[in-house]
């Protein structure tokens, strides 16, 4: 099915273990967003690549970095975990200009 | 700070009456305003949209007002459905300069009784 993937669905990682997660769509969309939701405080942006070989802050970006690796992929990293990125990580793609996005299922990080 | 403000978290209405979520914001630079649905478990789910030069926008049951001099907009379900159950964000877009970036609200949780 076209869409966006991301993997892993589920991840727990302890206190300063470091780990990736990875976007990837097949609708041939030019932009990419990775955004985190905790309760209560709705989704926030982390980081976004316009067009492929581009990546800039969003709103939340201290502890992660972003790897805009084609055009099909936009990878996370966290290069060492912290309790406060225990969250909901989603990815969305975009075609450009306002028409929204379409985001993944999501991957649910809990740090302990 | 957030631009986006959805002040109620949640609202519950019953089957076959008009849900109306609502939304104010602060940028006066957005120019799109967008709603989104989202189920448990599930990523966002777009729903309708609507530019700042219009102030209604409507697709079948649902239907987004703008008010631009107020900075609110609201979204208005009729008949609402038990499988509109689900939470509700508002989010706009300030144009190319963010990427195209969306903001959002914090969401409203939609409760559809039968």
């Known amino acids: 099915n076209a869409g966006v993937t991301q993997t892993p669905k589920f991840q727990v990682l302890k206190t300063g273990q470091s780990m990736t997660l990875q976007c990837a769509q097949d609708?041939?969309?030019?932009?990419m967003y990775w955004y985190r939701q905790d309760p209560g405080m709705g989704l926030r942006l982390i980081y976004y690549?316009?067009?492929?070989?581009?990546?800039d802050k969003g709103e939340v970006p201290n502890g992660y970095n972003v790897s805009r690796l084609n055009k099909r992929e936009f990878s996370l990293r966290l290069e060492s975990a912290a309790p406060s990125q225990t969250s909901v990580y989603f990815c969305a793609t975009a075609q450009g200009g306002p028409y929204g996005y379409t985001f993944g299922s999501g991957t649910r990080l809990t740090v302990v | 700070d957030q631009q986006v403000k959805q002040n109620s978290p949640s609202l519950s209405v019953q089957e076959g009456r008009i849900s109306i979520l609502n939304c104010d914001y602060t940028n006066s630079m957005f120019d799109y305003f967008l709603w989104y649905k989202k189920y448990p478990a599930e990523g966002p789910t777009f729903l309708i949209s609507?530019?700042?030069?219009?102030d209604k926008n409507e697709d079948g049951r649902f239907t987004v007002f703008l008010n631009k001099s107020a900075k609110h907009l609201s979204l208005h379900i009729v008949p609402s459905q038990p499988g509109d159950s689900a939470v509700y964000f508002c989010?706009?877009?300030?144009?190319?300069?963010?990427?195209?970036?969306?903001?959002f609200g914090k969401g409203t949780s939609l409760l559809v009784t039968p």
């Open positions: 989010a706009a877009i300030a144009g190319s300069n963010s990427g195209y970036a969306l903001n």
């Open positions: 690549s316009a067009s492929e070989g581009t990546t």
């Open positions: 609708m041939n969309h030019n932009s």
């Open positions: 609507i530019s700042s030069i219009k």
